[in-house]
């Protein structure tokens, strides 16, 4: 059946680009309305954000949705991760301002959030997108694709020149909950060249080395080092799962990407409903929710972080 939050619960903190305070609250929302934003700070007739591939702009560093008012919402992706992997198909996220706050760089808060108010089932069916044949998008170095599977498995790999990342390779299951305990609470990355560079353009204000790890070279500038030896790959995949959740209904394929970001997740959403021979809508039943992202969270599950 379809979920939503059994009750509101707040995130404050600070944009991760912007560097301006951000509060956005996730409330409960009936049965088949899927994601929306919900600007505070707009005309109540233009506030509304559909949380969907099509109400993509494409950016470089984040995940940005706008509705055909020009009304915006950024750096979605980490709350949108935690929604899918907590399994809550239905919400609405009320937001004052145009960025979500990027908290501690992970989805681990808004996991903690979500899963202390509760998971509420609704008497409503839950479909998912299955995928029946390959699809792929490639660009230069970078490709992701999707092919049929049984549940939704992420696999990810990336390659940079710092020591400190270097060559990782990852693939997750993602059924059993096991977002909330192998990702949620894996960090957004940056080489410290690029931070610098990104400041002198007025971007990443709100960046700190406590919400992101920061490398440079061989070292890990942030405080306490990394969370996983991995970390950086397990980012790329919950960013990867953010991102598949603008589909609109749970995924069951294989989710494949080699040094891919935001904008190419999104085109391979734009190439599977280009295509309607390679996808079929069907409605879970009991054995098919098993195998879906948040079927089996418990709380005790969520790793604690520094």
């Not at 996991?111 to 998912?128: D, K, Y």
Request: glycine share 10%; proline share 5%; hydrophobic share 45%.
């Amino acid at each position: 059946m379809q979920t939503t939050v059994q009750s509101s619960v707040a995130f404050k903190g600070v944009g991760l680009h912007s560097g301006q305070p951000a509060c956005a609250t996730i409330l409960p929302a009936p049965a088949g309305q899927g994601i929306v934003f919900r600007r505070t700070d707009a005309d109540p007739a233009q506030a509304d954000i559909p949380a969907l591939w099509s109400h993509v702009n494409q950016s470089p560093l984040c995940t940005l949705l706008e509705n055909e008012h020009g009304m915006s919402v950024s750096t979605v992706e980490h709350i949108m991760a935690a929604l899918v992997g907590c399994g809550i198909h239905n919400a609405v996220i009320e937001i004052d301002g145009p960025e979500v706050p990027i908290l501690d760089g992970s989805s681990a808060m808004f996991v903690r959030g979500i899963l202390s108010r509760g998971v509420r089932r609704m008497a409503a069916p839950l479909q998912a997108l299955r995928i029946l044949r390959p699809v792929e998008v490639i660009r230069g170095a970078a490709s992701a694709r999707l092919t049929p599977h049984d549940t939704l498995l992420v696999e990810f790999a990336i390659e940079f020149e710092d020591a400190a990342i270097g060559t990782q390779k990852k693939t997750l299951n993602m059924s059993n909950g096991s977002f909330v305990r192998e990702l949620s609470t894996s960090r957004t990355f940056c080489r410290k060249a690029d931070v610098d560079a990104m400041r002198a353009n007025g971007l990443a204000l709100g960046g700190t080395l406590e919400n992101a790890v920061v490398v440079d070279g061989e070292k890990v500038l942030s405080p306490g080092g990394l969370r996983h030896a991995d970390e950086a790959v397990r980012h790329k995949m919950l960013d990867a799962v953010g991102d598949l959740g603008l589909a609109g209904l749970p995924i069951l394929g294989h989710y494949h990407g080699v040094r891919a970001g935001h904008a190419l997740t999104n085109d391979l959403l734009h190439a599977v409903f280009s295509q309607p021979d390679c996808y079929e809508i069907v409605e879970c039943d009991a054995a098919t929710t098993a195998r879906l992202p948040g079927a089996d969270v418990h709380w005790d599950e969520i790793p604690e972080v520094a």
